[in-house]
């Protein structure tokens, strides 16, 4: 363990807690892919901080889940504010953290904002029901009513979005938070929740910590465990999202959950095929391909194939850019990997190969109708590469691109809006998308995925309801 000056700390009770210069309390370095280099300490979390952060939130749910939406509203509006205003130090932490490009660094503020103002108009629509009652002599009430200190568990690759978001839908339902910031970004995340505390938030509301990776099963489990948390946000892998699962049903706590998706872009014999292999190619190398929603398999009409890989690959050499990377040596290598089992078994490489640019970066790579037997057929790279598909019916491509444990997003190319939406309907995906990159999600409307993606829904007042629960009442006269 690392013994380095602590320059990340823990967040409870809207205080920093900074053990004295004597205190063993050990810390762990954030290190940057760019540089392999440490670039901060932060303090590692013990069971006592957990308990600490827990207890916090439960005390500040009693007055905060009465708090007026006005109030709610105002302080969530003004945290986009700051983060406008700061918005140079957000972009400088998550290169520094994640070795984001700035222009990734500067998508994420630009959406967040957007994000924020559309969850605090949502504040004040959440509203009850007076249904009818089978007693002619009695009256029923129906409210909604926040679920209590939520455990919100983000990401490290949308670092601003996914975490602000994930926060502000539940503090904007009235329930209080217990952040476990990314071990990857640990600045970023502290910084958003000092963000909210100087927007107003009260002490309490919102509680931050981080613990070194090897601590992480010991410390989750502290946390879903504990008495005061009421529910669990997780929006990450597959694999941790099963741990995570089951933990959370051991103690019986509900789960939202956004996991990882082998996102399929399917191109139609009548699309725009120059924009339709631009937007394929910026859904599949946007981020380093490091994006849950990132275009991982391409089905092309056959009539249509062999004009259009041809198009995809110059669209690959414009779209890729050489600052992109991966945010570890580790990340990187997975994707590697995938990309060896699969040469290793004969599959044909378009454009591309196996071979790492400037580490930790991959170059992009388009792979020709991978085999069952292939661990890319249905894992996620999370790397700057697609596997690409012929097909001849709507019938076989529908069966092809649900042929997969994941459901989160897909993409339809055409001209014609009956024949896609036809489509969309029998696609096994939380979001079907037309002529765009897969890449995209709106504040406005639902998001989340089926089978192996995860359940629930982000956004809006689809987002808000994740975080009400529903009471029954009855009046007798």
């Not at 013994?3 to 810390?27: A, E, H």
């Not at 089978?134 to 129906?142: G, R």
Request: with cysteine; glycine share 6%.
């Amino acid at each position: 363990m690392s013994t380095g000056v602590i320059s990340i700390s823990l967040w409870i009770d809207r205080k920093q807690i900074i053990p004295d210069s004597g205190s063993p309390r050990t810390t762990f370095p954030v290190i940057s892919a760019a540089s392999n280099q440490p670039v901060h300490y932060a303090l590692n979390a013990t069971i006592d901080d957990v308990n600490a952060a827990t207890a916090s939130s439960g005390r500040a749910f009693q007055s905060w889940k009465r708090t007026p939406p006005q109030v709610r509203k105002a302080i969530i509006e003004k945290t986009a504010e700051i983060i406008e205003r700061d918005s140079e130090e957000f972009v400088r932490l998550n290169k520094l953290e994640c070795s984001a490009t700035d222009m990734w660094a500067r998508h994420g503020l630009g959406i967040v904002k957007t994000y924020l103002k559309e969850i605090a108009m949502q504040t004040s629509n959440i509203h009850g029901t007076i249904p009818m009652n089978e007693n002619p002599d009695a009256m029923s009430f129906v409210f909604k009513q926040p679920v209590g200190p939520v455990l919100c568990i983000p990401p490290w690759n949308a670092a601003l979005v996914l975490s602000v978001r994930a926060m502000a839908m539940a503090i904007a339902a009235g329930c209080t938070v217990v952040l476990k910031a990314s071990e990857l970004c640990p600045a970023t995340h502290q910084k958003i929740v000092e963000t909210f505390a100087e927007a107003g938030l009260p002490p309490g509301v919102l509680n931050s910590l981080q613990c070194r990776r090897e601590d992480a099963p010991a410390i989750t489990e502290a946390l879903i465990a504990d008495k005061n948390i009421r529910k669990v946000e997780f929006i990450g892998s597959a694999n941790i999202g099963r741990i995570i699962g089951a933990t959370a049903a051991k103690y019986l706590k509900p789960v939202l959950m956004e996991l990882g998706g082998k996102c399929p872009a399917i191109v139609l014999e009548d699309a725009n095929l120059e924009q339709a292999a631009k937007f394929v190619a910026m859904g599949a190398l946007f981020n380093h391909g490091q994006i849950c929603f990132s275009t991982e398999r391409v089905f092309v009409q056959a009539s249509i194939s062999e004009k259009f890989k041809k198009i995809l690959a110059e669209a690959f050499k414009n779209a890729a850019s050489p600052d992109e990377m991966a945010v570890s040596k580790g990340i990187a290598q997975h994707a590697v990997d995938v990309l060896e089992d699969a040469k290793a078994k004969g599959a044909e490489f378009l454009i591309g190969g196996t071979d790492f640019g400037q580490v930790p970066s991959l170059k992009p790579a388009i792979i020709l109708e991978p085999k069952k037997d292939m661990r890319i057929f249905d894992e996620e790279t999370f790397g700057p590469s697609v596997s690409l598909y012929t097909f001849q019916t709507d019938e076989e491509v529908i069966a092809k691109a649900n042929d997969s444990m994941y459901g989160l997003n897909a993409v339809i190319h055409t001209k014609n809006l009956e024949r896609g939406l036809l489509m969309a309907k029998e696609l096994e995906y939380g979001q079907v998308h037309f002529n765009i990159m897969s890449v995209y999600v709106s504040p406005f409307g639902p998001q989340g995925g089926v089978k192996g993606s995860g359940w629930g829904r982000q956004n809006a007042i689809w987002g808000l309801d994740q975080f009400l629960q529903t009471k029954f009442c009855s009046w007798r006269i």
